[in-house]
């Protein structure tokens, strides 16, 4: 099992930036890739970013180089800079791990609010 622990989000002005994190614990050495996931009210939930352990990287298309994904040396813990963020961003990002076997483990979400 693994357990994925969430920290940052809140609210943030229109064109402000951000920083959301994310660790991993429990059979971590399973895992073959981590990431962010959002879902807006209403809408579905999208990739927003995912990193594997080869550190290849993907990004969801509405990110239009706004939003950087990267991980500690270590591999457990990600972390999602956000940057220029609009009302549109506005949502819960969820924490998102996945082993090699397609298993898939979620955290708590975090709610990203852009507003004046």
């Known amino acids: 099992q693994v357990v994925l622990m969430e920290s940052g989000g809140g609210l943030v002005q229109p064109g402000g930036s951000m920083s959301l994190s994310c660790t991993a614990s429990?059979?971590?050495?399973?895992?073959?890739?981590m990431g962010w996931y959002r879902q807006a009210l209403g809408k579905q939930r999208e990739l927003v970013a995912s990193?594997?352990?080869?550190?290849?990287?993907k990004y969801g298309d509405f990110t239009m180089g706004r939003f950087a994904i990267s991980r500690d040396s270590v591999g457990n813990t990600v972390i999602l800079q956000m940057y220029n963020l609009q009302p549109d961003d506005t949502a819960v990002y969820y924490c998102n791990a996945e082993e090699a076997t397609d298993a898939m483990y979620w955290g708590q979400g975090t709610q990203v609010t852009v507003s004046s």
């Open positions: 990193i594997t352990f080869a550190d290849i990287i």
């Open positions: 429990g059979t971590v050495h399973r895992l073959y890739a």
